[in-house]
């Protein structure tokens, strides 16, 4: 085994690979860029070393920084965990160059199925069934021939990054440039592959182990069917579609494929099967690490896959066959990100102030995150996974429901609440999944109102505030008290003026109980809790800013801009495209400016016809999340 392990990562897998190190006695060596000094894998790893600024191809994309951080630290070798540079093949050969063992597959592997062109055609040609499709340079003619719907996809990467479901033809040539645009910024390589659509497919995945004396196993399925833009959102094992006999089909067609790469190592065998015929399986790709969703595969086989990563790549063999490999009980997972359901899932940034995170009774969760932690856009949203093990489906689900209960990230707007309706809905819980269900439901378990208890609650605090308190702490000012008290009037409520989204004035009638961290309010006989901190609220994983607001202000700043509309940023992040400049004239729906974060575009356009007013940003630029980027001056007409 190794002395000392470099983790080429951040946030959350980071901390999970050194936590594996620790059990072992491995000492861990955590790289970080300027923006992670003081983030949480630095702190737990034994040693840390910079590697640059913040933007990812100056630290974490940087072979040379990586290389040299491990060489000052005195590292034998080298874990990647998942993300930046896990899949590329020049790292890998880079870290064998150097002296260094890459905790991963061989890099030959990495580059044959990296590329997924040349890797349907290798386990095709091992028996492994794959998806009708075609590729660069007759990419457009083989989508005609194939009919809609087709899917486009990244030769060069996973994801769901540049990936597009074409079901109009006629709109071929733009998703294959937008496709070509975004497979290019997130991977370097625009080329792209082009596959037969399965409409209502299910996505389930192999866990495969193999070591360096030959030795190939699978350790069973993950249900990954619960996705949104081609993201997986929920992950589970095993998953209930499959029967024993159709396991073991599928867990050999993953062992023929790591077979046929020369693989080495822990990675993922990925399939789209038809819900109606789970016997019609299809390779789609194979991920050459280890996966986001690997804990569920953990939990049910009672197998640390870090620890196994760590072995293989120190030369052991794996000491158990295929027949040794059994599935107890229930996992499941979900992935908490930085983004806001109620503004279309947005990435969201900010200062975690309070922070709970679920363990124990058959919870895990693997964070990133401590409270003071900074989430900017430079990196990917996910912050944490919280994963429940049951005996069954039912009690997996009911206690991850709990657990994203107990779950409180204020500071940072999340997705856990939607989760958690997620786990409940009638589908998921009979296990009738498909990749398009989330979509499908999603407008029934976002919301963009306010409940009033939440307001109640957000005024308590603020009413708590404003009691003056004696420095003996015994006695206060009878007159002093904000009730509202007028001298030969009738008591007029205190009111504040506050806005999570739209703006409201609100005064508290219910009564309340105000601690450092939590505030609960009694409203018309029913008591509500949440858990508080600065101007954030929040209960069962959703969370509230409430800000307040002064109307005068906003009054003021609507008079400046009467007769425009002001565009403003969705989400914090870089603007990375500027389509238009001041004076300009535009139509309604114009695309204006791209702004990118978090590994998302978001275009904004023109709201109507009009003239470009005012324009404040330009290419490179960082901005905050509700900042003015461009004014549009409508025609007279339009403002008539």
């Known amino acids: 085994m190794f002395d000392t392990v470099l983790v080429a990562n951040r946030g959350e897998i980071a901390v999970r690979v050194i936590r594996t190190l620790r059990s072992l006695g491995v000492r861990s060596v955590a790289v970080y860029s300027d923006a992670d000094a003081d983030a949480r894998h630095v702190r737990e790893a034994d040693t840390a070393v910079r590697i640059g600024p913040a933007p990812a191809g100056e630290s974490y994309l940087s072979v040379q920084r990586l290389l040299e951080a491990a060489a000052v630290s005195g590292a034998q070798a080298v874990h990647p965990g998942y993300g930046f540079l896990a899949e590329n093949a020049a790292f890998a050969r880079a870290c064998e160059e150097a002296g260094l063992v890459f905790i991963g597959p061989p890099a030959d ?73 975004e497979a290019r910024a997130s991977f370097g390589d625009d ?27 699978h350790l069973g399925e993950r249900e990954c069917s619960l996705q949104r833009r081609h993201q997986k959102v929920i992950e589970e094992a095993p998953s209930v579609l499959l029967d024993e006999e159709t396991r073991a089909a599928m867990g050999e ?13 822990a990675g993922t065998v990925e399939f789209i099967v038809p819900g109606g015929d789970p016997s019609s399986y299809y390779f789609m ?85 401590s409270e003071g932690t900074e989430v900017g856009s430079l990196y990917d949203p996910m912050l944490s996974k919280v994963i429940a093990y049951g005996p069954d489906r039912a009690t997996a689900l009911r206690k991850l429901r709990r657990a994203l209960a107990e779950t409180v990230t204020l500071g940072v707007q999340t997705n856990a609440g939607f989760l958690r309706r997620l ?97 609960s309010v009694t409203v018309d006989g029913v008591r509500h809790t949440f858990h508080r901190a600065a101007d954030w609220i929040g209960r069962d994983g959703d969370a509230w800013q409430v800000r307040d607001h002064d109307p005068v202000a906003a009054s003021l700043s609507r008079t400046a801009h009467a007769g425009a509309d002001s565009l403003t940023a969705p989400m914090p992040g870089t603007v990375t495209v500027v389509k238009v400049a001041v004076g300009d004239e535009v139509t309604a729906g114009q695309s204006l400016l791209v702004v990118e974060a978090m590994k998302m575009e978001h275009v904004i356009s023109a709201p109507h016809a009009g003239t470009v007013a005012e324009l404040d940003v330009k290419p490179g630029a960082t901005v905050a999340m509700d900042q003015v980027l461009a004014v549009i001056a409508p025609h007279e007409e339009e403002t008539a």
């Open 285 to 369: 790709e194979m991920n050459t690490r280890l996966q986001v969703e690997h804990p569920v595969t953990e939990l049910v086989t009672g197998l640390d896959l870090v620890e196994w990563q760590l072995r293989v790549a120190a030369g052991e063999r794996l000491p158990f066959a295929q027949a040794d490999v059994t599935l107890t009980g229930h996992a499941v997972e979900a992935r908490i990100c930085a983004e806001d359901p109620a503004r279309g899932f947005l990435p969201t940034g900010g200062t975690v102030l309070l922070l709970r995170e679920p363990h124990g009774d058959g919870v895990r969760t693997d964070s990133g995150l």
């Open 191 to 217: 080329t792209l592959l082009v596959e037969r659509w399965v409409d209502r497919p299910r996505h389930i995945e192999i866990q495969v182990l193999a070591d360096g004396h030959g030795n190939v196993v």
């Open 423 to 519: 786990l409940a809905h009638p589908a998921v819980v009979a296990g009738e999944l498909d990749t398009g269900l989330v979509e499908r439901v999603v407008a029934d378990l976002v919301s963009t109102d306010v409940p009033d208890e939440v307001y109640e609650a957000a005024a308590a605090v603020r009413l708590e505030a404003l009691k003056p308190v004696a420095a003996d702490g015994r006695w206060t000012d009878p007159f002093s008290v904000p009730s509202g008290w007028r001298l030969g009037g009738t008591p007029k409520p205190v009111g504040f003026h506050l806005r999570v989204q739209d703006p409201v004035e609100y005064a508290p009638h219910g009564t309340h109980t105000v601690t450092a961290d939590r505030v």
């Open 253 to 265: 067609a993953a062992v023929q494929a790591a077979r046929s790469c020369g693989y080495v190592g």
């Open 109 to 181: 592997a990495i580059a044959l199925m990296g590329d997924k062109i040349r890797a349907k055609e290798t386990v095709a040609a091992a028996g492994v069934p794959v998806v009708p499709g075609g590729r660069d340079p007759e990419l457009a003619d083989a989508a005609r021939r194939l009919g809609a719907p087709v899917l486009l996809k990244p030769s060069a990467g996973g994801g769901g990054k540049g990936m597009r479901l074409v079901r109009d033809l006629s709109l071929l040539d733009e998703e294959i440039a937008a496709a070509r645009r």
